[in-house]
């Protein structure tokens, strides 16, 4: 089971910008897909976006303002967020290897956003 770990979270100010980090235990070719997932307190968990080696899939409520992209020298998957706002606040999680049930085989321990208005 490839081990996640994320950074880059904190504190910013709402039309600001943060750049999430995840590293993976192994190379991410490995993966079949890796994603940034998100939940606020009290909400469900949500996808923020994917990347495959051939496709890339945003969430409609980022489209414009994230990107998703991979390094793999590094093993790590980045998350670009611009734009920032308030509703964005949430803990942010990494996750790969989506199962044929969809749901993801691994998941990292989270990295707390947050967006002042």
């Known amino acids: 089971q490839v081990q996640l770990v994320e950074s880059g979270g904190g504190l910013a100010q709402a039309g600001g910008s943060l750049r999430l980090s995840c590293a993976a235990s192994e190379s991410i070719f490995k993966i079949n897909e890796m994603a940034w997932f998100r939940q606020a307190p009290g909400k469900q968990r949500e996808l923020v976006a994917s990347i495959t080696s051939g496709r890339i899939t945003y969430a409609d409520f980022v489209k414009g303002r994230f990107t998703i992209s991979r390094d793999s020298a590094k093993n790590t998957v980045i998350l670009q967020m611009n734009s920032l706002k308030p509703e964005d606040t949430a803990v942010y999680y990494c996750?790969?290897?989506?199962?044929?049930?969809?749901?993801?085989?691994?998941w990292g321990q989270g990295t707390q956003v947050t967006v002042s208005s």
């Open positions: 996750a790969a290897d989506r199962r044929w049930d969809d749901s993801f085989r691994s």
